[in-house]
C-alpha cells in the first residue's frame, strides 16, 4: 500500500498524523526511523517469527485431501533405505 499525505509539524514539534495514517499504527508495533537530508522513513519492525498468526492459518485452511499418513512416510522412509543399502552393497 502506498499513500500520500501531507503532515505538519506542531508550534510544540509534534508531527500531527491524520487519521488514515494512525489507525496503521498498533500499540506494541516498533519501527526503524531513517533520516536523510530531506526524508523521514519509517519502517515497520517485524520481531521474530509469529507463532500464533502460523497456528490461525494452519488452522483456517483446508487440509490437504493428498497428505500422505505417518505410515505411508514411514514406508518411504524405509523404501529410500533399504535403495541406498543396496546401492552402497552392490558398489562394494
Do not use: H
Not at 500531527?16 to 537530508?37: L, S
Not at 530531506?38 to 492459518?57: A, C, L, P, T, Y
Not at 487440509?63 to 552393497?89: F, N, Q, S
Amino acid at each position: 500500500m502506498k499513500l500520500d499525505v501531507m503532515v505538519s509539524v506542531s508550534p510544540d514539534g509534534k508531527l500531527e498524523i491524520p487519521a488514515e495514517i494512525e489507525t496503521q499504527f498498533k500499540p506494541g508495533d516498533q519501527y526503524t526511523v531513517t533520516i536523510t537530508a530531506d526524508s523521514i522513513i519509517f519502517q515497520k519492525v517485524k520481531i521474530g517469527f509469529d507463532w500464533e498468526e502460523w497456528e490461525r492459518r494452519v488452522k483456517a485452511a483446508n487440509p490437504d485431501p493428498d497428505e500422505l499418513t505417518m505410515e505411508e512416510i514411514c514406508e518411504l522412509v524405509r523404501e529410500v533405505r533399504r535403495e541406498k543399502r543396496l546401492e552402497r552393497e552392490s558398489q562394494q
